[in-house]
């Protein structure tokens, strides 16, 4: 089926205000991951899902970071209160099983954040 | 120190050439390497997977391994101008990890 989608696309905020991003992963993946790259960085790790429970949440940067799942379907990452180094493109992960390293992560196109 | 260091480039190569690409790592419990080739407005996308030190080749790609050195590359022969893309290198340390930790990523262009 389709890979992983992401939405939106692209999103232009205003410092202070709250944004949702959603991801839907691949049908039938179990674990699902959310990462961020900054502009000239690597992906950081954000959260990981196992089903709809979230064991590792050490990558959220603030509490103003939070992620929820329904199931084992669509997540969605929340960040309040935005501040202008929240600015990046958030990337969203699934695969099948989770635990393994040979464990394909496929990769969602990402929402590029913009915060004014 | 950064654990994963990656040479951003850009790099610029001439259709054919070969590409060499490398990252230095300073935890000694990474085992599970890995290269991601990322397309500009696009997800990153696995390319190759190595366990361990030593050689993989998959086509045109070698990925190679040296643990005691705390160093991989990714060769690329016969570069074409649709390996133009960001490469990323990531790498975990065992079973039961999903947690990767990423290069920042060298943009090679290959000019026709």
């Known amino acids: 089926g389709a890979g992983v989608s992401q939405s939106p696309s692209n999103k232009v905020t205003e410092k202070g205000k709250d944004v949702e991003l959603r991801c839907d992963p691949i049908?039938?993946?179990?674990?699902l991951y959310w990462y961020r790259q900054r502009l000239g960085q690597g992906l950081e790790f954000l959260i990981y899902?196992?089903?709809?429970?979230?064991?590792?949440k050490s990558g959220l940067p603030s509490d103003r970071f939070s992620a929820e799942r329904t199931g084992e379907s669509v997540s969605t990452l929340t960040i309040q209160r935005t501040q202008q180094e929240d600015s990046a493109v958030y990337l969203c992960?699934?695969?099948?099983?989770?635990?393994?390293?040979?464990?394909?992560?496929?990769f969602g196109p990402g929402t590029r954040l913009l915060v004014l | 120190q950064k654990e994963v260091e990656q040479d951003p480039g850009p790099l610029s190569v001439p259709e054919g050439a070969i590409v060499s690409l490398n990252c230095t790592y300073s935890?000694?419990?990474?085992?599970?390497f890995m290269w991601y080739r990322q397309y500009s407005r696009k997800g990153p996308e696995l390319l190759m997977y190595?366990?361990?030190?030593g050689n993989k080749e998959d086509g045109r790609f070698t990925a190679q391994v040296d643990k005691s050195s705390k160093y991989i590359s990714l060769f690329i022969r016969d570069s074409q101008p649709s390996d133009s893309a960001t490469y990323l290198c990531?790498?975990?340390?065992?079973?039961?990890?999903?947690?990767?930790?990423f290069g920042k990523g060298t943009k090679l262009s290959v000019i026709p």
């Open positions: 992960a699934s695969s099948p099983l989770a635990g393994g390293p040979q464990e394909t992560q496929y």
């Open positions: 049908s039938g993946h179990t674990a």
């Open positions: 899902f196992q089903g709809n429970s979230a064991p590792d």
């Open positions: 935890n000694s419990a990474f085992q599970y």
């Open positions: 190595t366990y361990s030190s």
């Open positions: 990531a790498m975990t340390s065992g079973a039961g990890s999903y947690q990767l930790t």
